[in-house]
């Protein structure tokens, strides 16, 4: 089993960053990739970014490119968005995810065999 851990969502204002970051535990070394999606209230999942855990690769959502941008630790198990310029669009509860074979592609939810609780992040116009 894995468990994901999400932290470093809060309350911020339009125009902040904000840095995220999910540690993950367990058996991991099966990991083919990590990914953000996001949940805003009445909308579906929808997803952020991904990147490969043990080769290079780094895949983000269309509307996502060039105010998030993903990143990891392997030594430390953990991903990272960092995201800036955020605008109230962007309040979501924000999952950390990881997929053992990516088997659906990397920006569909289902193929994501391990999820984070979430973190919160609302932004204030």
């Known amino acids: 089993q894995v468990q994901l851990v999400e932290s470093g969502g809060r309350l911020v204002q339009a125009g902040d960053s904000l840095r995220l970051a999910c540690t993950a535990s367990?058996?991991?070394?099966?990991?083919?990739?990590m990914g953000w999606f996001r949940q805003a209230p009445g909308k579906e999942r929808e997803w952020v970014a991904a990147?490969?855990?043990?080769?290079?690769?780094?895949y983000y959502g269309d509307f996502m490119k060039g105010r998030f941008t993903i990143s990891k630790d392997n030594d430390k198990k953990s991903l990272y968005l960092q995201m800036n310029n955020l605008k109230p669009e962007d309040t979501a509860v924000y999952y950390c995810?990881?997929?053992?074979?990516?088997?659906?592609?990397?920006?569909?939810?289902?193929?994501?065999?391990?999820w984070g609780k979430g973190t919160q992040v609302t932004v204030s116009s």
């Open positions: 995810a990881l997929t053992l074979d990516a088997e659906y592609g990397l920006g569909h939810a289902r193929s994501y065999q391990y």
């Open positions: 367990g058996r991991t070394a099966d990991t083919w990739a």
């Open positions: 990147m490969r855990w043990t080769r290079s690769g780094t």
